[in-house]
């Protein structure tokens, strides 16, 4: 892992700890091997003048559900430091009482929620701290044997804490376990199951310990665990820098399912929506590793163990669909059935069931297919599963792919505050809040400009994705937000149609709207005046290319939800 930090960069901000903490949480946020969307958290402490002049001493930790990639100064929560060391001294209180608490702990309230994780922070006696679920160590520790192998590698470098789910329990756990503990002693605290901290008197050397530390475990990896990779079955090569083909943001790599493999993706997204009630994206990954996992002969019995950390939960749940490619539709139901039992099996009467659709699939021959709402929540679940499928391997190289029993993934997944993070987090694709096209996926031709422009822009303010198709080569400027696409396209050559098509389903998981607005509106003539390749011209784009682009669609419309044809005449 290697260590960013810049010294010119950071010396700019040596006056200033919180544009110190914005510059070295951002180096951590970019590396998605050490935290992913919103996971993770950091934090700095010193001393301010409040209104009244006097000097308190204050706690910037991370807003709950902040990204550290991304972060900023307002970002950041201040806290009295003396209120949140007084709360962690409380016997027991819950999780939503410590969150209300932190709350009135705040020094500004116009800050985000603190971080679950505030009081961590606040009973660590370092002025930096970073926190990280680092896939290499958070691997190691999923294993039968992960606490000895945490010890092998590290010695008496970390603090070691068993697994409790984050909230006042963890902070509990820590305090009890911290009482007879010179913390001078340690560079870090691993928290079995979850993550790993760094802490220090200095930013840079926080920082620092965090790479060098996870860098051991990576090491430790690199030397004794494996994972395969293949390449998808049944996928055809296509040179890249092909004209109608986007880049592909999933795999990034330049393998494409054929027409029967998307159909089934079709098939396979419908399915999902029905058990979820709602319409959803389903993005394909059909990269090497998500490939070479899938083909494992063991993988339904891996794969459903549970989560990398628990953060995970409430994105991913605590395991995938395994599909059977005999029987989708069975599997799928299946998935949604054995949900329900372990529901059942945990809940203590106090808790609604969630919907029973999965987040993600197994396709055993394909890759991994990740489901969501809107693109926002399908890419996260498509990166934590990347992630996932490489940790489960590594782990199950090194011992065995061990993670949390079911009780505690049903308390990570049910936890009040990981739910109320998620409805909060839940990016709406427009301010009034109006998605009735939510998780639909249209397609628009003529969609530069005018009429089919108007329709691609309000079909996206509706929640839809939107693939627009246009002769102008800039279609793909003009369709450019996440969940939009402009691809450049003549739409009377058929293989140029299809090929669009075909992108369009690989991309999202289907086709639910077809908008076929292309066409000429030639000068008016007369019957008698009209030449032979006005007439034909007019005929090809306005008779045949719809005809033709139909009947590329009509297969996945077939697939579609409450699927819709609007015709522009
Ligand atoms: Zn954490």
């Given at each position: 892992m290697k260590n960013l930090w810049d010294p010119k960069e950071a010396s700019q901000f040596e006056e200033n700890s919180l544009q110190m903490r914005v510059y070295s949480s951002r180096l951590l946020g970019n590396n998605s091997d050490l935290v992913l969307h919103g996971g993770g958290n950091t934090s700095v402490k010193f001393q301010e003048l409040n209104l009244f002049g006097e000097e308190e001493e204050i706690l910037y930790v991370k807003g709950s559900g902040c990204n550290l990639a991304t972060?900023?100064?307002?970002?950041f929560t201040p806290l009295r430091l003396k209120t949140l060391r007084k709360l962690a001294e409380m016997e027991n209180i819950s999780d939503v009482e410590m969150v209300r608490q932190q709350q009135m702990a705040?020094?500004?309230?116009?800050?985000?929620?603190?971080?679950?994780?505030a009081l961590l922070h606040a009973i660590i006696p370092f002025k930096w701290i970073d926190h990280t679920h680092a896939d290499a160590v958070v691997t190691i520790t999923n294993t039968p044997r992960g606490k000895e192998l945490i010890q092998e590698i590290y010695g008496e470098r970390l603090f070691i804490i068993p697994y409790v789910m984050p909230g006042f329990k963890l902070v509990r756990k820590v305090h009890e376990m911290a009482?007879?503990?010179?913390?001078?002693?340690?560079?870090g605290m691993v928290l079995l199951n979850h993550g790993i901290f760094s802490f220090s008197e200095s930013a840079l050397e926080s920082y620092t310990r965090m790479i060098d530390l996870v860098s051991l475990a990576e090491k430790y990896l690199g030397k004794n665990a494996t994972f395969s990779s293949t390449f998808p079955q049944d996928s055809v090569h296509v040179e890249t820098g092909?004209?109608?083909?986007?880049?592909?943001?999933?795999?990034?790599?330049?393998?494409f399912p054929e027409h029967p493999t998307l159909q089934t993706l079709a098939r396979i997204r419908r399915k999902v929506s029905e058990i979820r009630g709602a319409a959803m994206l389903a993005q394909l990954n059909n990269g090497p590793e998500a490939c070479g996992f899938a083909n494992l002969p063991n993988v339904k019995e891996i794969a459903?163990?549970?989560?990398?950390?628990?953060?995970h939960l409430i994105r991913t749940?605590?395991?995938?669909?395994?599909?059977?490619?005999?029987n989708l539709e069975k599997s799928l139901e299946n998935f949604a059935s054995g949900y329900k039992a372990y529901f059942e099996r945990q809940t203590n009467g106090k808790q609604t069931c969630l919907?029973?659709?999965?987040?993600w699939g197994v396709w055993p021959g394909k890759g991994t297919v990740a489901f969501g709402r809107n693109i926002t929540e399908s890419r996260i679940v498509t990166d934590i599963v990347q992630h996932t499928v490489k940790a489960i391997q590594l782990a199950e190289s090194i011992g065995g792919w061990n993670p949390v029993t079911e009780d505690h993934l049903f308390e990570g997944e049910y936890m009040e505050l990981q739910q109320k993070k998620l409805s909060n987090n839940s990016?709406?694709?427009n301010e009034n809040g109006?998605?009735?096209?939510?998780g639909k996926i249209a397609l628009v031709s003529g969609?530069?400009?005018g009429i089919g422009l108007a329709c691609a822009r309000e079909l996206f303010e509706q929640g839809a994705v939107v693939v627009g198709l246009d002769l102008n080569p800039d279609i793909s400027n003009i369709l450019s937000e996440p969940g939009m696409l402009g691809i450049e396209c003549d739409v009377t050559d058929q293989k140029a149609v299809s090929e669009a098509v075909a992108v369009t389903v690989r991309k999202f998981g289907g086709l639910d709207v077809l908008v076929l607005n292309a066409g000429t509106f030639p000068v008016g003539q007369t019957i008698e005046e009209m030449d032979e390749q006005t007439w034909s011209k007019s005929l090809a784009i306005n008779l045949t290319a719809p005809q033709q682009l139909l009947q590329s669609c009509v297969p996945f419309l077939k697939e579609g939800i409450d699927p819709a044809l609007i015709f522009m005449a």
């Open positions: 972060i900023e100064k307002y970002s705040m020094t500004n309230p116009d800050a985000p929620s603190p971080s679950v994780e009482r007879n503990v010179d913390w001078n002693q340690y560079e092909a004209k109608t083909v986007a880049p592909d943001t999933v795999s990034g790599k330049a393998f459903t163990r549970g989560t990398i950390t628990s953060d749940k605590p395991g995938p669909a395994v599909l059977d490619p005999e919907d029973c659709a999965p987040r990016l709406l694709p109006s998605v009735e096209f939510e969609a530069a400009s």
